[in-house]
């Protein structure tokens, strides 16, 4: 089963990705952790991406579909995929139909986080994440239980992403409304679209999308 999470940033892709991966062996296809690792190697891409990243700007569709495509094409045909973070504009949807259609793969939900967008700041404000594994927390909705050790892998070094500031998720959020929040309809009309309420406790957005997957 191949999905898509949509919704603005902080909405919550990376944290029920995260979950969707350990209870149904899913694989998370996250674009923003792609560029980010190719930032930190300092790839040809990491070197375009870097200050549009920073910008809170939208990399190139050719560049974020051609890391999809290789990384689809590198999954063995029976594990799904979790596409976080893509497609992002039309000509990126209309990418992700090409290359699931050349892996044989079709779309079975595109999965709406709906978020109240006030929060949304002091949720990407509040984000950090383990240096090591990569598993996201929150200051106050949701620390490590063990103050300042890592519930996931036991490391006490943790990180912030240089573009979770407030004038920086502005931008992002501005980007979504103009170029991701319309390629909805063309979804809508397949009959794909699911909506979630993103601003409950991260256990019960979980169990909303295991209903999805179970629909
Ligand atoms: P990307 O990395 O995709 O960032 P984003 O879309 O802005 O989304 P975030 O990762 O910030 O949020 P999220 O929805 O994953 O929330 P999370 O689960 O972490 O993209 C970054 C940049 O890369 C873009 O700006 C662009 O430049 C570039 N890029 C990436 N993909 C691209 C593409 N396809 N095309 C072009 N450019 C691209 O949660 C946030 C926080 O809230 C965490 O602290 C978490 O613990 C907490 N939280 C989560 N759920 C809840 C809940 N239910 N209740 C309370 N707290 C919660
Ligand atoms: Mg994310």
Redesign the pocket.
Known sequence: MNII?L????????????GLVERHGMRQL????M??AAVKAGTPVGLK?KE??E???????E??SDLIDAELAAMGPETGAIF??????AP?ADALDAILARNGRSLAHVIE?EVDEDA?VE??T???SCAKCGA????T??PPSNPGVCDSCGSTEFKR?P??NEE??RM?MQ??RAKTAPILPGYEARGIVSRVD?????D??ADAIDAILRS
């Open positions: 999470l919704g603005p940033p902080g909405a919550g892709k990376g944290t029920q990705s995260a996250s674009t923003g952790d560029l980010r991406a549009v990243m910008r809170g700007e939208l990399v190139s569709d560049i974020v976080d973070g893509y497609p992002r504009t990126q986080l949304l949720r990407i509040g984000r950090f996201l927390y929150h200051d909705a949701n992403r573009d979770d920086t998720v992002r980007e979504y993103g601003m409950a406790a991260i019960a957005v």
